[in-house]
């Protein structure tokens, strides 16, 4: 006779469903509703919010996007399956050279031929650096992928001198010492590299370099100026709060800095990991939540630094690295093989919410950065046979192919669960890009990891015309992984919804990212 007591595996198994069963009555009958207005609209989508970024960091540059004499590499050494993983990923904006890494970087130790290039102690992740890949490499990738660069100048060991130089070698015209070393290293023009950053993660202690908001305020300005008068056409980001640690004072830190440096940058960079370290998937897909909030409190400590300021100045939001990131973490992350995340189901759904987030905040947010591209926290993994695409690689896809115009500021209805940290988190997260050609695209990301839920969408100013195409990221189940043999989770594509008139009306599947391409006529 079967025992009437619950097994511990089958009260653990309820307990994960509780957030769930509490919201069955509200969520069995209500259907979400969505309207859809084109002149009501957050702000223009920034294509740099598709961005990714690169760090001498394991084998994110050394053995992922860079492996000399491998016979998958061309003659620069660049993997050819991994560029074209890349280009398939629509990278628009490149960061380089990290993060922490770029805290002890000398960029001098990078240009020039590559075999007499310096061997050097690399502190940020203990290893050694070869310098092997460098601005030339970096720059030669980035016309290579299609993409724009993005440079994080060393504010940590690095010299307002460096700092200026590094803007000198690679933007400028004139005949100088700095740039015939450029010619003699085989680049006659000038790049044009239009963003460069003001230092990586300044406000943590880990940071090499870290100074206080006042003193990271005041040596960043002076390399501001510099920099400017280098070249006035480049764009700065500061480096604002990725201390996000009881008791770390974040908004305090942006303030501070906003008023050293507001007359001179265009961006504000924020950094933000999420993780599941508690196997609690209902509290994991609601940490966008956290993000959201940041992103308008960052907005208003902006505001309040521009107040009154002369003109039309504006600072936007970098979310210059954003990404989940919690299983390979910590002290024991040391040697060739580190912060190797193997991504599943439900950690795709938290990138498509990071995606929704930024397309709801498109009037503040103008960059986001992926963090990284190959092998570290990534959405593209190697080993030296090939490479396989990670469950997150689909939703930043499909948002980087498709979503182009403007943010639509969506009103919602939606059923609601609650965790321990938040009353109501919806089930369905959603956002909404409009193209000037008609073309409408809804990004639904059903939380839900048991049913599958309505949506209405509503048409106030216009009319769905006809078919929808239907994409779908899902697995068997949330802690469904891809590997090199398999591709379990990855964008399908259903069947296409029919609309003409006022409604459109679709069902989204349990544990979902649903994106849902058409037009308004
Ligand atoms: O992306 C990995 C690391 O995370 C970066 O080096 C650092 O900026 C952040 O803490």
Same mark, same amino acid.
């Given at each position: 006779m079967k025992n009437s007591a619950l097994s511990r595996r089958e009260f653990a198994a309820l307990i994960m469903t509780a957030p769930a069963l509490l919201n069955s009555k509200q969520t069995s009958s209500d259907a979400a509703r969505v309207k859809i207005d084109t002149g009501r609209t957050v702000g223009q989508i920034d294509e740099k919010i598709y961005g990714n970024f690169l760090e001498h960091l394991g084998r994110c540059i050394q053995g992922g996007v860079f492996d000399e004499g491998s016979p998958l590499s061309d003659t620069d050494g660049f993997r050819r399956d991994v560029l074209t993983a890349a280009r398939n990923l629509h990278v628009s904006l490149l960061r380089w050279p990290g993060g922490n890494f770029s805290s002890n970087y000398h960029w001098k130790d990078g240009i020039g031929p590559r075999d007499s290039r310096p061997r050097r102690l690399e502190m940020a992740w203990g290893t050694i650096e070869d310098n092997r890949f460098g601005t030339h490499e970096f720059l030669n990738y980035v016309a290579q992928l299609g993409a724009e660069p993005y440079i994080c100048a060393n504010l940590g060991t690095g010299t307002w001198d460096e700092a200026q130089q590094w803007v000198e070698y690679v933007n400028f015209e004139g005949d100088t010492a700095t740039t015939r070393l450029r010619k003699t290293n085989g680049r006659d023009k000038p790049w044009s590299v239009k963003y460069w950053g003001l230092g990586n993660e300044m406000d943590g202690p880990w940071q090499?370099?870290?100074?206080?908001?006042?003193?990271?305020?005041?040596?960043?300005?002076?390399?501001?100026?510099?920099?400017?008068?280098?070249?006035?056409?480049?764009?700065?980001?500061?480096?604002g709060s990725s201390n996000f640690r009881p008791g770390a004072d974040w908004t305090g830190w942006n303030r501070t800095v906003l008023q050293y440096l507001k007359e001179h940058i265009d961006y504000l960079s924020l950094h933000c990991y999420v993780g599941n370290p508690e196997n609690d998937y209902y509290e994991f897909q609601a940490s966008t939540l956290e993000l959201a909030d940041r992103t308008r409190v960052a907005k208003g400590i902006i505001a309040e630094a521009l107040s009154g300021a002369p003109g039309n100045r504006k600072i936007y939001i970098a979310w210059d690295e954003w990404n989940v990131w919690y299983r390979a973490r910590g002290d024991a992350q040391r040697g060739r093989r580190i912060l190797e995340e193997h991504y599943n189901l439900e950690d795709a759904l938290v990138v498509s919410s990071f995606l929704n987030t930024f397309l709801n905040n498109a009037d503040i947010v103008k960059i986001a950065n992926m963090a990284q591209l190959v092998n570290v926290i990534a959405p593209i993994f190697t080993n030296?046979?090939?490479?396989?695409?990670?469950?997150?690689?689909?939703?930043?896809q499909l948002f980087a192919s498709n979503c182009r115009g403007v943010a639509l500021d969506l009103a919602t209805e939606c059923p609601t669960y609650a965790t321990k940290n938040r009353r109501a988190v919806p089930y369905l997260d959603f956002?909404?890009?409009?193209?000037?050609?008609?073309?409408?695209?809804?990004?639904?990301?059903?939380?839900?990891?048991?049913?599958?839920?309505?949506?209405?969408?509503?048409?106030?100013?216009?009319?769905? &015309?006809?078919?929808?195409?239907?994409?779908?990221? =899902? /697995?068997?189940?949330? !802690?469904?992984?891809?590997?090199?043999? @398999?591709? %379990?989770?990855? &964008?399908?594509?259903?069947?296409?919804?029919?609309? =003409? /008139?006022?409604?459109? !009306?679709?069902?989204?599947?349990?544990? @979902?990212? %649903?994106?849902?391409?058409?037009?308004?006529?």
């Open positions: 090499m370099g870290h100074r206080t908001a006042e003193d990271y305020g005041k040596f960043a300005l002076e390399a501001a100026k510099l920099m400017h008068w280098t070249d006035p056409t480049i764009k700065l980001v500061a480096a030296e046979k090939g490479l396989f695409l990670q469950t997150i690689y689909y939703p930043l956002s909404a890009a409009y193209n000037t050609d008609g073309t409408l695209v809804l990004n639904v990301t059903n939380r839900h990891r048991d049913r599958a839920l309505d949506v209405a969408f509503e048409a106030e100013d216009k009319q769905f &015309a006809g078919e929808f195409q239907v994409s779908e990221v =899902n /697995g068997p189940d949330i !802690k469904a992984e891809n590997n090199l043999d @398999s591709t %379990t989770v990855k &964008a399908n594509v259903g069947k296409p919804v029919s609309a =003409n /008139g006022k409604i459109l !009306k679709c069902t989204v599947a349990p544990h @979902s990212f %649903t994106q849902l391409k058409g037009r308004l006529a």
